[in-house]
DNA sequence: AAATAATATTGATCTACATCAATAATTTTT
DNA sequence: AAAAATTATTGATGTAGATCAATATTATTT
């Protein structure tokens, strides 16, 4: 099996329990798609047809504003998923840019594919509700956070969980993230190193 | 079938196609709670036992940060869902306070029973992912909008979008949900009288 | 190794919203 | 129908973070 499949197989095997055979068919649903630093996979106004599963590289899912400002929904380096969730589980067009932050190697299913392989076992129903469930809870705890801390608090929040994407991204995509400037993580970052 | 079960069955065969013996078999996984006012269902630091589902009345969670504001999470009326999810789902200590706005009737369900019932047949467990995934694209759409938006275009959507809320929970509960202060609201109306 | 493009920093200034404190209006309880 | 409790408004003032413009740094392409 190649390298990619065997951290794919880990991912969907520690939430459901899958005979080797199972995977094998689940795997079946999945087409690998290489995309270049700075390729699009979704752009606003087209359907996004595939959620994604990074094999390998980084991709960051973000919107424009009516000012032309980026605001970065989402990161996802291996073992992540990412799609402009509202427009793809509607299928309605979408709002997003999905871009490869790195050369990067995608699994991805269509959505048609994905409707299939739900009705196939449900298992496999039971995989995507998990999968669901859980980005409800992190989407959540993302509102609160915003609700509740200040910029200051939320960059630190950044770096505790996810100190593996800090340096892959460009730090104005992770101040576009935590909802402040470019400028203004500048700035805090410059405040916390005289201190 | 009492009025509120009869809510309950479009709600759930609206997602989800049952026979009626099936939709029996589902609503004897629930058991019927009638809270009052300012009643708690949930309480930081308690593992939140059930999910729950508002037949009538209207349900607001809200956290409280260190400073001892309320910041709401959620508002449920008649057939919406409610709980505080991280705690739920994952079954740990609530930071959430799940509080009656006006005496309520619910349908709820436990924990260990949701389990069993998504068990019980694959359609019960398709029912949780549509849940689940359109919450995550609800959530997302709320990240979005207090990353992309102003406060007064935040609560301008929250008048398009949950015109029933808006006279069923108190104003300051409104303007800690779009993230402002309620003294800000309370000038922000003011100054569209003016217009 | 230059040239170019992308990203990050810094300074000056501005503003959307918060905070604090008082009062007014409304709802609930007795 | 008063009294009490809850909710909403208003004024004065403060500040976290934005905006604009310039420059410095780093990464990428030729």
């Not at 390729?39 to 595939?50: E, G, L, W």
């Not at 970065?72 to 073992?79: C, L, P, R, S, V």
């Not at 979408?94 to 299913?109: K, P, R």
Request: glycine share 2%; aromatic share 14%.
């Amino acid at each position: 099996m190649l390298e990619e499949h065997t951290l794919f197989k880990k991912h969907i095997t520690k939430r459901i329990d899958l005979e080797d055979s199972e995977f094998e068919q689940f795997l079946n649903f999945f087409s690998t798609k290489i995309v270049t630093k700075r390729q699009f996979i979704t752009q606003p106004d087209f359907v996004p047809s595939h959620r994604s599963f990074v094999c390998t590289g980084a991709m960051r899912a973000y919107i424009l504003d009516d000012s032309g400002n980026e605001h970065t929904i989402q990161f996802a380096i291996e073992n992540w998923w990412i799609t402009d969730y509202n427009a793809y589980i509607y299928q309605r067009p979408a709002t997003m840019f999905v871009m490869a932050q790195e050369n990067s190697t995608l699994l991805q299913i269509s959505h048609e594919k994905e409707l299939e392989l739900k009705a196939l076992n449900p298992k496999f129903e039971t995989f995507f509700r998990i999968m669901a469930e859980r980005s409800t809870a992190y989407m959540q705890r993302r509102v609160i956070e915003r609700l509740t801390l200040s910029a200051e608090e939320r960059y630190q929040h950044f770096l505790d969980k996810y100190s593996l994407m800090v340096n892959r991204f460009p730090q104005y995509t992770i101040a576009s993230y935590i909802g402040v400037t470019t400028e203004f993580l500048s700035r805090m970052r410059k405040n916390r190193l005289l201190k």
